[in-house]
C-alpha cells in the first residue's frame, strides 16, 4: 500500500467509527421515551401478590348452597329480614334431634357466643351466616321445642334469631337438609343445636 492510499484507508476509517459514535450518542424520539419493557418487571413484580389469593379462593371453594347464604348475609338489610322465621326438629342418625329451618337446613350454636351476644361477625359471618329475623319478628317453631326464641341484635344493626339466649347460624358448607358439615368444626366451637 502506498502513502495516499493508505492515508485515505485512514481517513475512511476515521469518518466510519466517528459516523458510528455519532449514532450511538445522538438521542433519537424513540431513545427518550422509556422503553416498553419496564412495564413487564412491574407487572411480574404483581403476579407473587395475586398468586396467594387465587390459591386461598383455590382452597375455598363454596358450594352452590353456601355462596347463595354469603350472598344472603350480604344483602340482608333489617328492612329485608323476614317478619317470620319457621324452626323445625330434625332426626339425624348420629346427633339425635336437631334444630333445622324450614328447609331442613341444620342450625349451629357458636361456644364463643354469649347468651343475647353474637360475636360472629364480618368473615366469621361469610362461613357461619346468621338466621336473620326483622327486630319484632316472630318464631313459628315445632311443637315439641320447649326453649324459647327471640332476636338478638347484632353489631352491624341486623337481628337475627337465638334459641334460649343463644344466636343460630347456618354453616355454609352444609348444601342440603340433613348435612351436619359443621359439627365440631374450628376446635370443637360449632355444634348443632337440640331441642
Not at 87 to 98: E, F, H, L
Not at 135 to 158: C, E, L, N
Request: glycine fraction near 6%; hydrophobic fraction near 40%; proline fraction near 8%.
Amino acid at each position: 500500500m502506498n502513502g495516499h492510499t493508505k492515508q485515505l484507508w485512514m481517513i475512511g476509517l476515521v469518518v466510519l467509527c466517528a459516523a458510528a459514535l455519532s449514532a450511538c450518542a445522538s438521542p433519537t424520539p424513540a431513545a427518550t421515551e422509556p422503553p416498553a419493557a419496564t412495564a413487564a418487571p412491574t407487572e411480574a413484580a404483581a403476579a407473587p401478590t395475586a398468586a396467594p389469593a387465587a390459591t386461598q379462593a383455590a382452597t375455598e371453594v363454596p358450594t352452590q348452597a353456601a355462596t347463595e347464604a354469603a350472598t344472603a348475609t350480604e344483602a340482608v338489610t333489617q328492612a329485608s329480614a323476614p317478619e317470620t322465621v319457621v324452626v323445625n326438629v330434625a332426626t339425624d342418625p348420629k346427633m339425635g334431634k336437631i334444630l333445622v329451618d324450614a328447609k331442613g337446613l341444620t342450625l349451629y350454636l357458636y361456644t364463643k357466643d354469649t347468651p343475647g351476644k353474637s360475636v360472629c361477625n364480618d368473615k366469621c359471618a361469610t362461613f357461619w351466616p346468621p338466621l336473620y329475623i326483622a327486630q319484632d319478628g316472630k318464631v313459628t317453631a315445632d311443637s315439641s321445642i320447649t326453649g324459647t326464641f327471640s332476636a338478638i341484635q347484632r353489631d352491624d344493626g341486623t337481628f337475627m334469631v337465638a334459641y334460649n339466649g343463644v344466636a343460630l347460624y347456618y354453616y355454609q358448607k352444609d348444601a342440603k337438609p340433613g348435612d351436619i358439615l359443621g359439627e365440631g368444626v374450628q376446635n370443637n366451637t360449632w355444634h348443632v343445636v337440640h331441642p
